[in-house]
DNA sequence: TAAGATAAGAGGGACAT
DNA sequence: ATGTCAGTCTTATCTTA
C-alpha cells in the first residue's frame, strides 16, 4: 500500500506540529483533521491514510494473526467480500477432483455466480466508491463519514434515485449529508469542486436525498468552522478564543438563524482581529473561508450592532472573562451579549 | 490599498392560488 | 403545479479614508 519511504515520511510529520514546533499532533476522528493539541493548529489536508497498516515490518508483525486481510466496508462494490469459486477441477494438492465431486462442485459454482452482482447495481457501486475513495483524500475525510456516505447512497440506490441522475451528483450529495451528519465542516463548494460537479447540482441532489430518505441534519454548527478558518489564515490562538466567545454570545442573542455558518465565523473572527488589534484584511479572511468579503463585512456589521460593541478610536483592548473587553488605552469597558 | 456602500441577480424556502 | 415574496449570498462597481 505505502511504501517505506512514504510511511517514515508520514510518522514525523504526524506529530509534529507545523506551526508551534511541538510533538502533539493529533486527529480528530469526527471531522478527520489533524490539529495540535498544543497550539490549536489545523490541518485539513490528509497527508497519508492513518488507519492500520496491512503490511508487516516484523517478525513479530509477520506473526501476528490479527493483521491479516483487509476490513469489510460499506464503501467497497462487495463490502470487501469477493472471494469466489475458481474454474480450476482441482483440490489445494493439485490432485484432479472425482467425477461425483467435479459436478457437485460445478453446481456451487453456478449459485456462486449468481449470487454476486454481475449487473448494473454492481457497476453502479464499483464507479461510486471508486470516486469516494479519491474524494476521501482530497477533503481529508475519516472512515466514518465515507461509510455513511456509501451507507446513505446505498440507500438511494435502493429507492432508485440514481435512475436519470449522475452518480458523481449524487455521491457528492451523500457525502455533503454524511459530512453535515457528523459535524465534519466541508461545504457544498468544497464537496462539488472537487468531484467537478456544479454546486447546483449537488445541492439539488442533497435536497432530494433529505426529502426522500426522511433524513433529518443538524444545522452547521458556526463554531465548527472557527478552526478551520482560522487556521487557514493562520490566525493566534488568543484571536480564535476570543471569536468563540463572540459566535457564543451572538448564538445566546439569537441573531445567528438563517445565517451561513461560513459567514458567521469568519465576520466573528474579523471582529475578534479588529479588537484584539491584530492586523489582517477582510480579503485574508474571506479567501479561508471561502466566501466574499461582502458577507464578512454583511455579518460584521450584524455582530456589531447587536453585540452592543461601541466603536472607538481602535479596539485595543484585554480580554476579562467570557464576556468583557476593557479598552487598554482609555479604560472603558464593553460588555458584550 | 483596504474597507465601506450600493445595486443587480441567482437560488431556494414559505406560502397562497 | 405555479407564482409571489422576503431573505441570503454573490459579483461588480464606485467611493472613501
Not at 471508486?130 to 447512497?153: F, H, M, N, Q
Amino acid at each position: 500500500m505505502l511504501d517505506i519511504g512514504m510511511f517514515l515520511l508520514t510518522s514525523n510529520i504526524d506529530k509534529r506540529c507545523a506551526h508551534c514546533g511541538k510533538d502533539s499532533m493529533l486527529t480528530d476522528n469526527a471531522t478527520g483533521e489533524r490539529f495540535c493539541g498544543g497550539c490549536g493548529f489545523v490541518i485539513t489536508e490528509r497527508v497519508e491514510e492513518s488507519g492500520p497498516e496491512w503490511r508487516s515490518f516484523s517478525k513479530e508483525e509477520y506473526d501476528d494473526k490479527t493483521r491479516t486481510g483487509s476490513p469489510t466496508s460499506l464503501a467497497m462494490h462487495d463490502m470487501g467480500l469477493a472471494t469466489i469459486i475458481g474454474y480450476e477441477n482441482n483440490d489445494s494438492t493439485g490432485k484432479p477432483l472425482s467425477a461425483s465431486m467435479k459436478s457437485r462442485i460445478k453446481r456451487l459454482r453456478t449459485w456462486d455466480s449468481r449470487s454476486q452482482v454481475h449487473k448494473s447495481t454492481d457497476r453502479n457501486f464499483r464507479q461510486a466508491f471508486g470516486e469516494l475513495g479519491r474524494l476521501k483524500d482530497k477533503l481529508a475525510l475519516s472512515d466514518s463519514v465515507i461509510e455513511k456516505t456509501a451507507y446513505i447512497y446505498r440507500k438511494a440506490f435502493g429507492r432508485g434515485l440514481v435512475k436519470g441522475r449522475s452518480i458523481p451528483g449524487l455521491l457528492a450529495a451523500a457525502l455533503y449529508a454524511a459530512c453535515r451528519d457528523a459535524g465534519t465542516p466541508r461545504t457544498l463548494n468544497d464537496v462539488s469542486h472537487q468531484i467537478n460537479v456544479k454546486r447546483k447540482d449537488v445541492s439539488r441532489s442533497y435536497r432530494l436525498l433529505l426529502r426522500e430518505l426522511d433524513l433529518k441534519m443538524p444545522v452547521v454548527d458556526p463554531i465548527q468552522c472557527l478552526s478551520r478558518i482560522a487556521s487557514e489564515a493562520g490566525l493566534s490562538e488568543k484571536v480564535k478564543r476570543h471569536a468563540l466567545t463572540i459566535l457564543k454570545n451572538a448564538n445566546n442573542m439569537e441573531i445567528t438563524a438563517g445565517k451561513g455558518p461560513m459567514g458567521l465565523a469568519a465576520a466573528a473572527l474579523y471582529l475578534s482581529c479588529v479588537m484584539c488589534g491584530e492586523n489582517i484584511t477582510q480579503k485574508v479572511i474571506a479567501m479561508a473561508a471561502g466566501i466574499t468579503e461582502v458577507t464578512i463585512r454583511n455579518r460584521y456589521k450584524g455582530l456589531k450592532e447587536s453585540l452592543k460593541i461601541i466603536e472607538t478610536t481602535d479596539f485595543l483592548g484585554t480580554i476579562c472573562g467570557d464576556s468583557i473587553f476593557i479598552d487598554d488605552q482609555s479604560g472603558e469597558v464593553y460588555h458584550v451579549g
